[in-house]
């Protein structure tokens, strides 16, 4: 198999290099209307207020979200359990639209421009600064190596170059975008999913393709219809207890439990991700989340399909251990590198440049939040209370060199890519997500929340999570198993999968909220509301009809793949 791209490849990937790049010049020196001079004003470096269009949000909003930890990640997982991981795409689409109609007014309202800044304007300073820093932490260790590393692995055993060159080339092309500030990254990212799309249809055609061949027959349906008659099992949406995947998507969780918390947390609560929305206006912000949400239902066969393929193929001995490995060893996030290497040359560098584009795309959407986040909540509070805002604007670009130059170091001795690089984000992101939600929804739409309970929810949040995951040692859960919510593991013992374990954790965080909140104001405590009237609820009819149309495809997508 050949491990390396063609002139073709390169100069087609080089045509995307110049095209994000150019763009990216022209945006920065043209959109602020002052040649480039926007250094002075750290709102409009930071969130690109009130410059972005609907669909440059909804763009943005994807572009950061999907990367190779979805690309690689998600195939490998379409591979080894189906179509049921696209469950966390199709949920995000609802889970968009509620953050849309519930979530974005508040902050707008409010003028909330980052997530401590939240913080300290509904609770205090220290539940803020502990969450701040806490998140340049989670920012740092957890995505941005694993995005990295995930990406440089990908591109390294497609393009047959050097892991180490490619670690470095990431970054630094991140790095040059993310220096533009959230204009240039809101804008150019409409040119990455471009490319991320068509790369990614083109894979995915080829792919299917590839399986109607083996068979005899011709073209994308057929090769899809095959798909399904000859892995039938990786073609359910919720998967019944006795299946090996059970504890990775438990059943009905993740329609009515766990699954929820790690959409609204990540789509609703995430600086990252509401960045993009909070420099808008309110009608703007909607329409591109609600582009997002549409653009969410079609990432499954852009990211899932290809994986379900090569497990098709890898059945019928078309691929072997040389690409898979077996046994133990057997690596399903190979999925997604094996097919690209099987294109005709060409495609393989429009699908090279589309899996160089989400990668970049979220390592300068992640930069930028870790700069934000730094600079406005950290350096301006504490460190520097009367700093400029050119100085801000500066402190920011090197707050980004300095996370991607962590990022790189950091990423190749964590073993992401051991442990499934998806579920290794998604589990230890989960960790901490349960508190952090609680934290937020009561905030929101609960007047009385204290302080005291929003801290309780942030580090007991984190240490029930740790003691849940834990526990199995030394109690036994096997009484949990007749509900669904332990199962044994290889060893026999029973475990309480990780999606159920956040939502045992965000219940006993918002009781424990309420309980505390009840009691201090009961004795005088006075707590900072947010404003917050019905009438920012409603939204206009174009939304309302968008909505309706995904909650209809929503329905009919899990009565077919039930």
Same mark, same amino acid.
């Given at each position: 198999m050949?491990?390396?791209? @063609?002139?073709?490849?390169?100069?087609?990937?080089?045509?995307?290099?110049?095209?994000?790049?150019?763009?990216?010049?022209?945006?920065?020196?043209?959109?602020?209307?002052?040649?480039?001079?926007?250094?002075?004003?750290s709102?409009?470096?930071?969130?690109a207020?009130?410059?972005?269009?609907?669909?440059a949000?909804?763009?943005?909003?994807?572009?950061?979200?999907i990367?190779?930890?979805?690309?690689?990640?998600?195939?490998?997982?379409?591979?080894?359990?189906?179509?049921?991981?696209?469950?966390y795409?199709?949920?995000?689409?609802?889970?968009l639209?509620?953050?849309?109609?519930?979530?974005?007014?508040v902050?707008?309202?409010?003028k909330?421009?980052?997530?401590?800044?939240?913080?300290?304007?509904?609770?205090?300073?220290?539940?803020?600064m502990i969450?701040a820093?806490?998140?340049?932490a989670?920012y740092?260790?957890?995505?941005?190596?694993?995005?990295?590393?995930?990406?440089a692995?990908?591109?390294?055993?497609?393009?047959g170059?050097?892991?180490?060159?490619?670690?470095? @080339?990431?970054?630094?092309?991140?790095?040059?975008?993310?220096?533009?500030?959230?204009?240039?990254?809101?804008?150019?990212?409409?040119?990455?999913?471009?490319?991320?799309i068509?790369?990614?249809l083109a894979?995915?055609?080829?792919a299917l393709?590839l399986v109607?061949?083996?068979?005899?027959?011709? !073209?994308?349906?057929a !090769?899809?219809?095959?798909?399904?008659?000859?892995?039938?099992?990786h073609?359910?949406?919720?998967?019944?207890?006795?299946?090996?995947?059970?504890?990775?998507?438990?059943?009905?969780?993740?329609?009515?439990?766990?699954?929820?918390?790690?959409?609204?947390?990540?789509?609703?609560?995430?600086?990252?991700?509401?960045?993009?929305?909070? /420099?808008?206006?309110l009608p703007? @912000?909607?329409?591109?989340l609600?582009?997002?949400?549409?653009?969410?239902?079609?990432?499954?066969?852009?990211?899932?399909?290809?994986?379900?393929?090569?497990?098709?193929?890898?059945?019928a001995?078309?691929? !072997?251990?040389?690409?898979f490995?077996?046994?133990a060893?057997?690596?399903?996030?190979?999925a997604?590198?094996v097919?690209?290497?099987?294109?005709?040359?060409?495609?393989?560098?429009?699908?090279?440049?589309?899996?160089?584009?989400?990668?970049v @795309?979220?390592?300068?959407?992640?930069?930028n939040?870790?700069?934000t986040?730094?600079?406005?909540d950290?350096?301006?509070?504490?460190?520097?209370?009367?700093?400029?805002?050119?100085?801000?604007v500066?402190?920011?670009k090197?707050?980004?060199?300095?996370?991607?130059?962590?990022?790189?170091?950091i990423?190749?001795?964590? !073993?992401?890519?051991?442990?499934g690089?998806?579920q290794?984000?998604?589990?230890?992101?989960?960790?901490?997500?349960?508190?952090?939600?609680?934290?937020?929804?009561?905030g929101f739409?609960?007047?009385?929340?204290?302080?005291?309970?929003?801290l309780?929810?942030?580090?007991?949040?984190?240490?029930?999570?740790?003691?849940?995951?834990?526990?199995?040692?030394?109690?036994?859960?096997?009484?949990?198993?007749?509900?669904?919510?332990a199962?044994?593991?290889?060893?026999?013992?029973?475990?309480?999968p990780?999606?159920?374990?956040?939502?045992?954790?965000?219940?006993i965080?918002?009781?424990?909220?309420?309980?505390?909140?009840?009691?201090?104001?009961?004795? /005088?405590?006075?707590?900072?509301g947010?404003?917050?009237?019905?009438?920012?609820?409603?939204?206009?009819r174009g939304?309302?009809i968008?909505?309706?149309?995904?909650?209809?495809?929503?329905?009919?997508?899990?009565?077919?793949?039930?």
């Amino acid at each position: 198999m050949q491990h390396q791209l @063609a002139t073709l490849d390169y100069v087609v990937f080089f045509i995307y290099f110049l095209i994000v790049s150019g763009y990216g010049i022209w945006i920065y020196r043209r959109k602020t209307g002052h040649d480039g001079s926007m250094d002075g004003d750290s709102k409009d470096y930071f969130l690109a207020e009130g410059s972005l269009t609907w669909w440059a949000i909804g763009s943005s909003l994807i572009a950061s979200n999907i990367s190779a930890e979805q690309f690689v990640g998600m195939s490998g997982s379409g591979f080894k359990m189906g179509l049921a991981i696209a469950t966390y795409e199709w949920m995000a689409a609802l889970t968009l639209i509620i953050v849309a109609v519930f979530f974005i007014p508040v902050y707008l309202k409010n003028k909330i421009f980052t997530m401590p800044q939240f913080l300290h304007q509904r609770y205090n300073g220290t539940v803020a600064m502990i969450m701040a820093i806490f998140w340049l932490a989670l920012y740092v260790v957890v995505n941005l190596t694993s995005i990295l590393y995930l990406g440089a692995i990908a591109i390294s055993s497609i393009a047959g170059l050097n892991l180490e060159f490619c670690l470095y @080339a990431l970054a630094f092309f991140a790095v040059i975008i993310t220096l533009g500030g959230m204009k240039v990254i809101g804008f150019t990212d409409v040119i990455q999913v471009f490319f991320l799309i068509l790369g990614g249809l083109a894979t995915t055609y080829l792919a299917l393709n590839l399986v109607a061949d083996h068979y005899g027959q011709s !073209g994308v349906l057929a !090769g899809f219809n095959l798909m399904t008659e000859q892995a039938g099992d990786h073609f359910q949406m919720i998967f019944k207890r006795d299946n090996e995947n059970y504890m990775d998507l438990p059943g009905l969780t993740v329609l009515l439990g766990g699954m929820w918390i790690v959409n609204l947390n990540y789509w609703g609560c995430n600086q990252y991700i509401t960045q993009r929305a909070l /420099g808008a206006d309110l009608p703007t @912000a909607r329409g591109g989340l609600l582009f997002a949400a549409f653009l969410k239902l079609l990432m499954p066969i852009i990211v899932v399909l290809p994986g379900i393929a090569a497990f098709v193929l890898f059945k019928a001995d078309v691929f !072997g251990a040389a690409e898979f490995g077996q046994g133990a060893d057997l690596n399903p996030d190979r999925a997604y590198p094996v097919l690209l290497n099987i294109l005709p040359v060409g495609l393989k560098g429009l699908s090279f440049a589309a899996l160089t584009a989400a990668v970049v @795309a979220s390592l300068a959407g992640k930069a930028n939040s870790i700069a934000t986040i730094f600079t406005l909540d950290i350096y301006k509070k504490v460190l520097n209370p009367e700093a400029s805002e050119k100085k801000l604007v500066t402190v920011g670009k090197i707050a980004v060199v300095v996370a991607m130059i962590l990022g790189v170091l950091i990423a190749p001795h964590l !073993g992401i890519d051991k442990k499934g690089g998806f579920q290794y984000i998604q589990e230890y992101t989960g960790f901490v997500s349960p508190g952090i939600f609680a934290m937020f929804i009561l905030g929101f739409f609960w007047k009385k929340t204290t302080s005291t309970a929003a801290l309780f929810a942030t580090i007991g949040g984190f240490l029930l999570s740790v003691l849940f995951k834990f526990l199995p040692t030394f109690t036994d859960l096997s009484f949990l198993a007749p509900f669904g919510f332990a199962v044994p593991n290889a060893a026999g013992v029973y475990e309480i999968p990780f999606l159920d374990r956040m939502g045992f954790v965000f219940v006993i965080c918002i009781v424990a909220m309420v309980l505390i909140s009840l009691f201090e104001t009961s004795r /005088g405590v006075k707590t900072n509301g947010l404003e917050v009237d019905r009438s920012m609820f409603k939204t206009t009819r174009g939304f309302a009809i968008g909505a309706m149309t995904i909650m209809v495809l929503l329905t009919v997508l899990y009565t077919i793949y039930w």
